[in-house]
């Protein structure tokens, strides 16, 4: 069974920046497609980023030229680095990986924007 764990999440004045982290128990090369979500209470999880067989990829306009989204094949972990963080971005982020029909989830890490 495949697992994905978060980290990285927490309080950020609006304007700051984190790197949240999802490490896989197995190698991330045999995933088609990774990705992060988010929700916030009261709304629907909604796509982030996604990273398609390791090289494209595709953000959400709400976080377009503020965050990125990268990968280390070799320590099996998938990044996002948000930059310029909002209120708007406080929510659950969830990693998401896909392989063969199967989508496997995160457990979800907290991020706060509040001054």
């Known amino acids: 069974q495949v697992q994905l764990v978060e980290s990285g999440g927490g309080l950020v004045q609006p304007g700051g920046s984190l790197t949240l982290s999802c490490a896989a128990s197995e190698s991330i090369l045999s995933f088609s497609v990774m990705g992060w979500y988010r929700q916030a209470p009261g709304k629907q999880r909604e796509l982030v980023a996604v990273?398609?067989?390791?090289?494209?990829?595709t953000y959400a306009d709400p976080v377009k030229g503020r965050f990125t989204i990268s990968r280390d094949n070799a320590k099996n972990t998938l990044y996002l680095q948000m930059n310029s963080l909002k209120p708007e971005d406080a929510a659950f982020y969830y990693c998401?990986?896909?392989?063969?029909?199967?989508?496997?989830w995160g457990q979800g890490t907290q991020v706060t924007v509040s001054s």
């Open positions: 990273m398609i067989s390791g090289e494209r990829t």
């Open positions: 998401s990986a896909r392989r063969l029909g199967m989508e496997y």
